[in-house]
């Protein structure tokens, strides 16, 4: 069945430094890939999403990076701040008579100060 | 920043009653969605609502579930009779449009079934 699933639980980064949260998926079919962040005790945030016919987009501070070959998708967060600790979440979404969102695990980041 | 409100913000109750989570979603929104989020685990879709009537629901979305949109501007998610495994944080959630991946979540409710 279709899955969208993270490879690590938690990551710890330095603060200021770069950090890196994967996601795999299995279904071929979806339109857009979505990043989603939940800080503790609120409801996930939008941070940024890409099209499948696309293989990078950036926004501030964040970039996300598609590998439809491996079904890969992954957050890149530069120059951490104690405020990105969170848990984070990809999700899929087919936006053709389906615009429900299909989340992942979450990965728990936490910056170091 | 547009601002999804939902109460209450913690639900007690007891195994077998009934509960009402409502949800004020940003006004001239037209889609509407509820996922849950079991403690620890991911967020999972549902139902969504369009046009006064459901447009898909997931397996969790048994007879025990029901939506309304009773006045226009809230949003309610009734469970008739609750079980141990309803316990969960409940979002409301809508986009600015139909296929509009930005979906903005309300806090949750935290449902405690006891």
């Known amino acids: 069945g279709e899955s969208v699933g993270l490879h690590l639980p938690t990551l710890s980064v330095q603060e200021g430094d770069n950090s890196i949260i994967n996601c795999a998926y299995s279904n071929s079919a979806s339109d857009y890939f979505i990043w989603y962040k939940q800080e503790s005790g609120k409801g996930p945030q939008f941070i940024i999403d890409i099209r499948s016919n696309m293989d990078k987009r950036q926004g501030q501070r964040v970039t996300v990076l598609l590998n439809k070959t491996v079904k890969h998708l992954s957050l890149q967060i530069a120059a951490t701040q104690p405020g990105d600790s969170a848990v984070y979440f990809c999700?899929?979404?087919?936006?053709?008579?389906?615009?429900?969102?299909?989340f992942g695990t979450g990965t728990r980041l936490t910056i170091i100060p | 920043e547009p601002e999804v409100t939902q109460t209450p913000s913690h639900q007690v109750t007891q195994m077998g009653q009934e509960v009402i989570l409502r949800c004020v979603p940003i006004s001239n929104h037209l889609y509407f969605y509820w996922y849950r989020q079991i403690l620890g685990q991911k967020v999972e879709f549902l139902v969504s609502f369009y046009n006064n009537e459901i447009s898909e629901k997931s397996e969790i979305f048994d007879d025990q579930f029901s939506v309304e949109r009773p006045d226009g501007s809230n949003f309610t998610l009734k469970i008739r009779s609750t079980k141990l495994e309803d316990s969960a944080m409940y979002f409301c959630a809508s986009p600015l449009a139909a296929f509009n991946n930005e979906q903005f979540f309300g806090p949750g409710t935290r449902l405690t079934v006891l």
């Open positions: 999700a899929e979404l087919r936006s053709f008579g389906n615009e429900k969102l299909t």
